[in-house]
């Protein structure tokens, strides 16, 4: 028989070891996303007013010289994690996946816009 000369002292060390182990998943979000089909619906020649009616208030905005700018930002992480510890022993290991998700609007000094874009940065980490 295999526990023969198992000792039951170990039942406990064990038990400890598998409730001080773990494992996570985690998702975290700021902001929220601008939909495709409002970003879709953006074109030049549309006016400031028209672009703050369909995408809302931006997240920043700004002045150029040839007129000004709004900056959409959607950031979206997801996280994995597991930690493996047992008596003076631990083991780490996590892996992190950030994207960006940015709509940036372009205006001339009338606040007409001139010009826009939309993409995603991704950063794994």
């Known amino acids: 028989m295999i526990f023969k000369n198992f000792n039951p002292v170990f039942i406990p060390l064990l038990a400890a070891a598998f409730f001080l182990s773990g ?5 975290m ?7 495709e ?26 002045l150029r010289m040839d007129g000004s700018v709004f900056i959409y930002r959607f950031h979206n992480k997801a996280d994995k994690a597991l930690e ?7 083991f780490n290991y996590e892996e992190s996946d950030w994207r960006t998700h940015r709509v940036v609007v372009f205006f001339d000094k009338q606040g007409i816009v ?12």
């Open 23 to 27: 494992c996570t998943i985690r998702k």
């Open 29 to 35: 979000r700021s902001s929220s996303p601008v939909p």
């Open 37 to 62: 089909e409002r970003i879709a619906r953006l074109s030049a020649g549309m006016a400031k007013a028209q672009v703050l009616e369909l995408l809302g208030p931006p997240d920043d905005a700004g």
């Open 84 to 90: 493996l510890s047992f008596m003076q022993g631990s």
């Open 114 to 125: 001139t010009d826009f874009a939309a993409y995603t940065e991704k950063d794994a980490i």
